[in-house]
């Protein structure tokens, strides 16, 4: 079963959704909101849009259900001295991603969002490489991620963070792999 990781360098915290951070659950909500409906962020990945906060305080509540079913593990990326959440770290389980994708072995899959204004400041850059460590430090022996064959910020990102080019996945995405 996988563990939640915890990182933090001089300005940014990755973490889980914490006991403390029930009583921010609105800002959380807000944050999400902010990050889900972004354009410079889902530049790529228009199916991820929210529409508003409901639909954002939704998608928190689904995420805390499926992170204690062992579905998907949301993590945060935090700014220390604002409290602001920033952007987000989803790892999806090999079963969730047999429901959605056709492949021939089903690694976890890691996806991440960056709010547009944090965007070129090298944080996922920064915090990428040591989370995936931490992630395959615990016996996943590899992960997966889908990206835009055009988004070259993501696939730099990738590229730093120990994956490979694997294959093409569709049309317009690519599959990266990283091996533990």
């Not at 204690?68 to 602001?84: A, C, D, P, Q, V």
């Amino acid at each position: 079963m996988f563990k939640p990781v915890s990182f933090e360098n001089e300005n940014l915290l990755i973490h889980p959704l914490r006991p403390e951070d029930l009583n921010r659950y609105d800002a959380i909500v807000n944050d999400i909101y902010k990050i889900l409906s972004d354009e410079m962020t889902l530049k790529f990945l228009p199916s991820k849009r929210l529409n508003n906060l409901s639909e954002a305080g939704i998608f928190l509540n689904n995420m805390i259900i499926n992170y204690h079913s062992n579905r998907n593990y949301l993590h945060f990326i935090t700014e220390k001295n604002s409290g602001k959440i920033i952007g987000l770290i989803d790892l999806i389980s090999p079963n969730v991603a047999m429901e959605h994708y056709r492949i021939e072995h089903y690694p976890f899959f890691i996806e991440f969002y960056l709010s547009g204004h944090s965007c070129g400041c090298a944080i996922m850059s920064n915090i990428l490489p040591p989370i995936v460590d931490l992630i395959l430090g615990q016996g996943i022996t590899s992960i997966g991620a889908i990206v835009h064959s055009k988004n070259i910020a993501a696939r730099k990102v990738l590229e730093k963070s120990k994956f490979t080019y694997s294959a093409k996945f569709d049309g317009i995405q690519d599959l990266f792999e990283t091996i533990g």
